[in-house]
T-cell receptor, first 114, second 113 residues
Framework: DTGVSQDPRHKITKRGQNVTFRCDPISEHNRLYWYRQTLGQGPEFLTYFQNEAQLEKSRLLSDRFSAERPKGSFSTLEIQRTEQGDSAMYLC????????????FGPGTRLTVL | GQQLNQSPQSMFIQEGEDVSMNCTSSSIFNTWLWYKQDPGEGPVLLIALYKAGELTSNGRLTAQFGITRKDSFLNISASIPSDVGIYFCAGLSGANTGNQFYFGTGTSLTVIP
């Protein structure tokens, strides 16, 4: 399977703990995006990378959130000191520059903060 | 931020019926994408539109990029039970807002066999 993969698929944590999610994009894609989706809503943009450079961050991305893509391939999204309001589906997507940014999504990581 | 209004919010139809849904924006978009999402899964791309007026089909699905570049439509013909899910539109407005896609709030489709 050469689609976007995310790990883990589900994460349950206690408030105040740190969590880290991983995304592996489609192999030739140089852009990688993170979105958050809450129940009944569409995905909301958090941040995106072109290769290893983080080019844009949403105001939704508080200072407790950090994303990295150190070698321009996989990416990690870390949430520090989780809060109950962080409970959501975290989606990763990738695209290829020059393809009009058509984005392909992974299956998501469902985070539940107790 | 950009607002995408997607309607209807939900639809209950009989198997075999045709479905229409649309998405409107207060701003001009350069790209429109339509996705389908099943519960607990990520959105799956259905159709991508890149030019105003463009009409593109994918099997029983047809989508159009509105002439004003502020709207898009998705039609599903002869619906079947596996069409059940939530359909999202997404728009990309271009240089002034980076490469950020904005999503609608979704249309939930239920197909009654």
């Amino acid at each position: 399977d050469t689609g976007v993969s995310q790990d883990p698929r589900h994460k349950i944590t206690k408030r105040g703990q740190n969590v880290t999610f991983r995304c592996d994009p489609i192999s030739e894609h140089n852009r990688l995006y993170w979105y958050r989706q809450t129940l009944g809503q569409g995905p909301e943009f958090l941040t995106y990378f072109q290769n290893e450079a983080q080019l844009e961050k949403s105001r939704l991305l508080s200072d407790r959130f950090s994303a990295e893509r150190p070698k321009g391939s996989f990416s990690t999204l870390e949430i520090q000191r989780t809060e109950q309001g962080d409970s959501a589906m975290y989606l990763c997507a990738s695209s290829l520059v020059g393809s009009s940014d058509t984005q392909y999504f992974g299956p998501g990581t469902r985070l539940t903060v107790l | 931020g950009q607002q995408l209004n997607q309607s209807p919010q939900s639809m209950f139809i009989q198997e075999g019926e045709d479905v229409s849904m649309n998405c409107t924006s207060s701003s001009i978009f350069n790209t429109w994408l339509w996705y389908k999402q099943d519960p607990g899964e990520g959105p799956v791309l259905l159709i991508a539109l890149y030019k105003a007026g463009e009409l593109t089909s994918n099997g029983r699905l047809t989508a159009q990029f509105g002439i004003t570049r502020k709207d898009s439509f998705l039609n599903i013909s002869a619906s079947i039970p596996s069409d059940v899910g939530i359909y999202f539109c997404a728009g990309l407005s271009g240089a002034n807002t980076g490469n950020q896609f904005y999503f609608g709030t979704g249309t939930s489709l239920t197909v009654i066999p």
